[in-house]
């Protein structure tokens, strides 16, 4: 692509390359640009997508929440009746309970207590879709006995490799023993640091302050040849409106919209996204103004042979693409790899993806255009009668 823009356009090329120094500048410049939109907005993503894993991998067609309920994070909770009257409505085909709520992980080896997210599950219908999680839904089945998200934070101690060592591992939640007996994978987010699945016995006796009959989310599995949205407007008439009956996607999008904005989050990702694309702007801005100004006896002349303004313009806005071409490719490179880095620092789910490669690259490309199109006053003011 870009051998193909050169062979058309050799004068704004041989401009660009002429002083290698400048060049180095404005590549670094606009790669630095990128890397701030790339981190801005791969943070964003990856917050988000780590909030909505626990929707993500429950197992249900449909669910109930409470009309108040803003994140899964912060319980609220709704009266059992609710699912029992569900389960009698047309096209449900059954129904279960899910507990939610925060409990205190003590670490085996530093003895220090940290927050981490318990699900209450029913063992009979068990409210993941996760195989890993269903192949031990016995092992819960004891008082007690919990699995453990091998991708919480380190902070909460090894457990997993505790466990593969022992097989059974004791350990403390909110001051009462319980064996962890067995592992799985949903993930860490900003809100959680780790989960707990427990059957809903071992919950309530973790939470002794709970009510039974107060759950947090219903489940709901429709019937095989139901129409969901059809099922979903069924059971919204039928059921008081102290309850919102939700799929999947409406339950993930309504905790997207929490933290979007009801937090600083969402601004402040947006926020830095704009700062680099500002900065982006101004360094290419500065780059084609000096360049310009450099060279104005040269487009004066080349105005005096009968070259038109929309020609030079068109010159000056090639070399902004160009520049942006260039200063993508060590910006993407670089934040691939800072990615990485904060994966494996963090434990969140930030990767490199097509769509956001083309969206900061369509980015690259405004801001170097745009620098382009303030340089350009410069550019017309390079008049024949200065040179002749």
């Not at 670490?107 to 031990?136: C, H, S, W």
């Not at 991708?151 to 022992?166: C, K, M, N, T």
């Not at 071992?202 to 019937?223: A, C, E, N, S, W």
Request: aromatic share 10%; net charge neutral.
């Amino acid at each position: 692509m870009l051998r193909k823009l050169f062979r058309k356009t050799p004068l704004a090329w041989n401009q660009v390359t002429r002083e290698k120094t400048r060049l180095a500048i404005a590549i670094a410049g606009i790669g630095f640009a990128d890397i701030l939109m790339f981190v801005q907005l791969g943070f964003m993503e990856a917050f988000y997508k780590s909030a909505v894993l626990p929707h993500e991998n429950m197992d249900a067609d449909l669910v109930l929440v409470s009309p108040n309920l803003e994140t899964l994070f912060v319980v609220k909770s709704f009266t059992r009746n609710r699912i029992y009257q569900a389960a009698a409505v047309e096209g449900v085909k059954s129904t279960s309970s899910l507990y939610v709520d925060t409990a205190y992980w003590r670490n085996p080896d530093t003895g220090i207590n940290r927050p981490i997210l318990v699900y209450g599950i029913d063992p009979a219908k068990p409210a993941f879709k996760l195989p890993e999680i269903k192949q031990q839904i016995p092992q819960i089945q004891i008082l007690n006995r919990v699995l453990y998200d091998r991708a919480g934070r380190p902070e909460y101690g090894d457990i997993p490799q505790l466990f593969q060592q022992s097989s059974s591992l004791s350990a403390q939640l909110n001051d009462l023993n319980v064996q962890v007996a067995g592992l799985f994978t949903i993930g860490a987010s900003f809100a959680a640091d780790g989960n707990v699945i427990a059957s809903d016995s071992t919950f309530l006796h973790l939470f002794p302050k709970r009510q039974p009959d107060q759950i947090d989310v219903g489940i709901i599995h429709i019937k095989q040849n139901a129409d969901i949205k059809q099922v979903q407007a069924n059971l919204q008439a039928t059921l008081p409106k102290d309850v919102d009956v939700l799929t999947l996607a409406e339950f993930a999008e309504r905790e997207k919209t929490y933290w979007g904005n009801s937090t600083p989050i969402g601004f402040v990702f947006g926020f830095g996204t704009i700062i680099g694309f500002i900065v982006g702007m101004v360094i290419v801005y500065q780059i084609l103004y000096s360049d310009v100004s450099d060279h104005l006896p040269e487009y004066a002349t080349l105005k005096a042979m009968g070259y038109s303004d929309g020609y030079l313009v068109g010159v000056l806005i090639q070399e902004a693409i160009v520049l942006g071409l260039l200063g993508f490719i060590p910006g993407f490179a670089v934040s691939a790899g800072l990615y990485y880095i904060a994966k494996t620092a963090t434990l969140l789910p930030i990767v490199m993806n097509f769509n956001r490669a083309i969206m900061v690259l369509l980015l690259t490309l405004i801001m170097c255009g745009g620098s382009g199109f303030i340089a350009m006053r410069k550019l017309q003011a390079a008049d024949p009668a200065d040179v002749f």
